[in-house]
Nanobody
Framework: QVQLVESGGGLVQAGGSLRLSCAASGRTFSNYAMGWFRQAPGKEREFVAAISWSGGITYYADSVKGRFTISRDNAKNTVYLQMNSLKPEDTAVYCC????????????????WGQGTQVTVSS
């Protein structure tokens, strides 16, 4: 089992920044690739970003590329999502997830999920 707890969400104006954190506990954090997903009201959950177990490989959705940065600190069992130049369309509940099979885009590859943190971007 891996327990994941997100934090750092909130209300921000368009153009602003937020940094989300996802703290992991349980099994060895460095064994898992980590991903961030988001779900806006009335929409399906979508992939945002992912990072390999070592942190050496990252991948982003086109909608956030160049604005968001995923990183991890295996000594702290934490993965981060730095979000810059936020837009109203970034408003969603953001969840982190852990994948035992490596960096993936599809939700089905992630075994463990956090509860999520709300990000609201006002125009």
């Amino acid at each position: 089992q891996v327990q994941l707890v997100e934090s750092g969400g909130g209300l921000v104006q368009a153009g602003g920044s937020l940094r989300l954190s996802c703290a992991a506990s349980g099994r060895t954090f460095s064994n898992y690739a980590m991903g961030w997903f988001r779900q806006a009201p009335g929409k399906e959950r979508e992939f945002v970003a992912a990072i390999s177990w070592s942190g050496g490989i990252t991948y982003y959705a086109d909608s956030v590329k160049g604005r968001f940065t995923i990183s991890r600190d295996n000594a702290k069992n934490t993965v981060y999502l730095q979000m810059n130049s936020l837009k109203p369309e970034d408003t969603a509940v953001y969840c982190c997830a852990a994948s035992p099979v490596g960096l993936r885009v599809k939700e089905g590859s992630y075994d463990y999920w956090g509860q999520g943190t709300q990000v609201t971007v006002s125009s």
